[in-house]
Structures are given as structure tokens and as C-alpha cells.
């Protein structure tokens, strides 16, 4: 698949439109690299609504397991996905949503197949629930910024987006996935059909991107991409003004707006973000 993944990548980096994903998605190679990555990860071990974990699918042959999910890409009808709550340091408790096993599955195949077009597309300097980037960056980063003294910044502002994973707006999701380029309708109503999953004892959302869920923290990232991008564009990547214009009348303007942009960068982690703000010292 990784040919497949990288060209993926190399087409979405060029602004190309993305049809007929699905086809990638269930085809055997791809399906057969989703169990592989669900088998390694301890949470396939966890039961959902069902009762039923990564044990019941490892009795099933190949053949089986794709058939199966080339089935759930045809009418996908999501199970029930089973809540709890994981003790907060603070004391409060954090709400989880456990799909069933074969909705992860699903869920993993969608997976492997948008990430590398959204990779594409997401900002260099957020490091949450991404290939290749941990916390580790984002502190590395953050480090950078504290310990050079030159470069003026004095101020670290940390920012927290409360209740973020339970009120992502779905329809403002799917529109910006639109704008990534991911144009297949098939692919986008059955993200719909999945940010809708029943939630025992809650019943069907309308709003929020259950934590949890195999898609959740990439979806999370294609809202907050937006965020990324405004904030980054009124310093650290913002036109220069020989760039911007070659007139001398509207670069004059530009400079005089450029006196009024926000010094900062910024360095985000899933919900948490901390701008680094510069201020002129006398």
C-alpha cells in the first residue's frame, strides 16, 4: 500500500480533487493493513456494545473479513458505540465512546486512506495524533522559542478549546473536507452516518466527534487545520510584501498593515495550542 499512500499524498500536496476513495479503501490490500493495525493496538482487546474483540475476527478467514467490510462500504449501518468515563487528574471524568470491533475495522480502512491526503494539507507545526509527531516535538518546539533569547518573544499564551471533541459541528467537518478535496459524496455520507452512531443511553449526536473512535483525532485535526493556518498566516507564513505585490501604492499599504499583524507563532497539540506572542522591549 505504501506506493499507493505516497501518491496519495504527492496528489493531494498538488491540489488535486479525490472521486473514488472508496475503491481504495475496500480494496484486500488496504483491508488487510487495517487488521494488522487494529491487531497490534491493545485497544482491539476492548469490548464494544457486541461483547465482541479482536479475538472473533482472528477466527474468520481473509476471504471472510473482506467480504465483511466490502459489504459495510455498500450500506453502512454503524452499532451502537458503548460509553465510559476515564478520571481526570482534576477530578472530572472524560467521556469515551467504544465502537464495536468490526466499526473500528471500518473505520481504520477510512483511516489509512484519508491521512495521507490530509497529511498533505495540515499545518508543519501541529503535532497532535499525527504519523511521525508526538509530544515530544511540540515541547521541543515550544523549548526553541524559550531559550532563544533574540528572537523577542517574552510571552507564552496556553490555550485549551473546552469540550472540543464534543462540539465539533458535523456539517462545517464535512464542508472542510470538501475544501481538502475530498469530493467523493458516497465517502462523506458514510462520515456522516458514522459521527451519528448511537451512543448507549445518549442516543444519536448531532453534534461532536466521540474520543475514542479510530477516525476521531483525524477528524479533530481537519477542524482545527483552519485555526492552524489563520493563525500562522498573520506572521510566521504571511507573503512578503515583494511577493505580495509588485505596486507601489498597495505595497505601501501593506507595509502600513503590516505594523498591525500579530507577532506569534504557534505550536498545537490535539485541543491544546500555546501561541508564542513577541513584544517590542524598550
Not at 496556553?158 to 471533541?165: E, L, V
Request: proline share 4%; net charge positive.
Amino acid at each position: 500500500m505504501q506506493s499507493k499512500l505516497d501518491q496519495l499524498y504527492m496528489q493531494s500536496k498538488n491540489g488535486n480533487n479525490f472521486y473514488k476513495l472508496t475503491k481504495l479503501m475496500e480494496s484486500e490490500e488496504n483491508i488487510r493493513l487495517a487488521y494488522r493495525n487494529i491487531k497490534k493496538n491493545m485497544g482491539s482487546h476492548t469490548a464494544g456494545v457486541d461483547g465482541k474483540t479482536i479475538a472473533d475476527i482472528e477466527d474468520l478467514t481473509v476471504e471472510e473479513v473482506v467480504t465483511k467490510i466490502r459489504e459495510m462500504f455498500k450500506w453502512y449501518e454503524p452499532e451502537k458505540v458503548r460509553r465510559v468515563y476515564i478520571p481526570k487528574p482534576d477530578g472530572r471524568k472524560r467521556p469515551l465512546g467504544i465502537p464495536a470491533i468490526w466499526d473500528r475495522l471500518f473505520q481504520q480502512c477510512i483511516l489509512q486512506i484519508l491521512e495521507p491526503i490530509c497529511e498533505a494539507k495540515f499545518h508543519p507545526h501541529s503535532y497532535g495524533f499525527r504519523p511521525n509527531r508526538s509530544a515530544h516535538h511540540a515541547i521541543a518546539r515550544a523549548n526553541h522559542f524559550m531559550n532563544n533569547k533574540g528572537n523577542g518573544y517574552h510571552y507564552c499564551v496556553d490555550m485549551d478549546i473546552k469540550g472540543f471533541f464534543d462540539n465539533v459541528n458535523h456539517g462545517k467537518l464535512l464542508k472542510q473536507m470538501w475544501t481538502m478535496g475530498i469530493r467523493e459524496k458516497k465517502l462523506l455520507s458514510i462520515i456522516s452516518t458514522l459521527l451519528k452512531a448511537e451512543i448507549i443511553g445518549e442516543g444519536k449526536p448531532i453534534k461532536g466527534t466521540p474520543q475514542g473512535g479510530i477516525l476521531s483525532p483525524l477528524l479533530a485535526n481537519i477542524v482545527l487545520n483552519e485555526l492552524d493556518w489563520w493563525i500562522s498566516n498573520q506572521w510566521e507564513t504571511i507573503k512578503t510584501i515583494r511577493e505580495y505585490t509588485t505596486h507601489k501604492g498597495a505595497r505601501r499599504a501593506l507595509m502600513r498593515q503590516r505594523k498591525n499583524l500579530k507577532h506569534c507563532y504557534m505550536v498545537r497539540y490535539a485541543d491544546d495550542c500555546a501561541p508564542r506572542r513577541r513584544v517590542q522591549v524598550a
